[in-house]
């Protein structure tokens, strides 16, 4: 797969649905019949998904909150792979 | 009994509206004795259930049946239910789904259509659910596409329609369907009374692997298609619920609590009410929910089983249905002394498959409801 620009906008996919479960103490991602526990990084990541902010956004944003640099790399493991479950997707 | 660790949420919640139901399907999994039980929650009790499960940290609801559809509060159930912040999924036959409908539950909040099909050919679902509603059903998978849901298709696999998988899998392509689940038949209810016309043959079942495989292979991730395995043809038990009292709390019409949808028959236990009890009090503190938590109801050969926390000794209610006593290993684990129950069943369906011959199947149906559980004085038990 060629690599996601950074201008790509992401969303969560179809169907889905990410909120914060307060008895979990996490955010979750509802889909038909299922549900996964985000851990933290899983979870800051997916709840900037908003169909608005491109990948870059999402990257710079998260190194802003957490103080630190270089997140990309893990950023767009994390992304090639919700893509790859359709927690994400990229809206036309 | 020894201290078992306090249950986290009961994260699924499944209300069984109503056990009323156009369809007659020789495989469903209500009790064979549901034309016996009480009258049907009113509204305000499932508002209640609703909001009692949600503070208790429940999010996956699934709203089924019986068909849920013949409920006309089904669209103000919905509405509260995702006020609530309930994932929302409804599970129906579809017949009773007019466009109308449609709009007012997705205009209520509902988050999922999961639509049954019998056969990928009109002949054989209309014969398995003893009705005329294979065209509905089409015409229903329309409107769900048209209206925005995601799309889940369900058929029950079993002797008479696991040939076709490749043409239902092609069915559910052209429907346009997100997910596929072909959901070999578990045997309680109605589907334990016909399991010995339903049991498919190994070379059946290998022969519906090998077209879900290929099928994969050519879609790729535009759909997802899960296969369950009819778990007679393992060595060892399904995870049942991960373990009864675990995450799933499920609500019969009349109000009864269960720990699986298939436990009201099991003998010795009261299952709490809602119209009794508070729902925290149900899961937390019930004998009922309480008796096959942890693992100190175990007997051998799961007590002392190093695989014991990752099966939970199998499905209490097959243990129970095939031993005779649900503390018993599930016999589909080859490791119990009851297993060959399981290869014999096995064993005939090989038969049965082999020499053909007209299948006695006995269809879901109120007036049969009664008389088949008291005949024998409990729920009715194979000839092993």
Known sequence: ?92 | MSAVRPPGPPLWLLLELTYRCPLHCVFCYNPTEFAATGPELPTAEWLRVLKEARALGAVQLGLSGGEPLVREDLEELVGAAHGLGYYINLITSGIGLSEARVAALKAAGLDHIQLSFQDSTRELNDFLSSTRTFDLKAEVARLIRAHGYPMVLNVVLHRHNIGHVEEILAMAERMGAQYVELANTQYYGWAWLNRDELLPSRAQLERAEEATRRFRARVGNKMQVYFVVPDYFETRPKACMNGLGSVFLGIAPDGTALPCHAARMLPGLTFPSVREQSLREIWFDSPAFNRFRGEGWMKEPCASCPERGRDYGGCRCQAYLLTGDAANTDPVCELSPHHHLVTQAVARAERAVAGGGAARLRFRDHRLSIPVVTEAGAPVRGQD
């Open chain 1, 1 to 92: 797969m060629s690599e996601l620009p950074l201008s790509a906008r992401l969303a969560i996919g179809h169907g889905m649905r990410l909120q914060w479960e307060e008895a979990q103490g996490a955010h979750v991602l509802l889909f038909p019949e299922g549900m996964v526990k985000l851990n933290g990084s899983a979870g800051a990541i997916l709840s900037r998904c908003d169909g608005v902010r491109t990948l870059g956004d999402i990257v710079a944003d998260l190194e802003r909150a957490y103080a630190t640099a270089g997140l990309e790399a893990d950023v767009r493991a994390f992304v090639a792979l919700a893509l790859e479950k359709r927690w994400l997707e990229l809206p036309p």
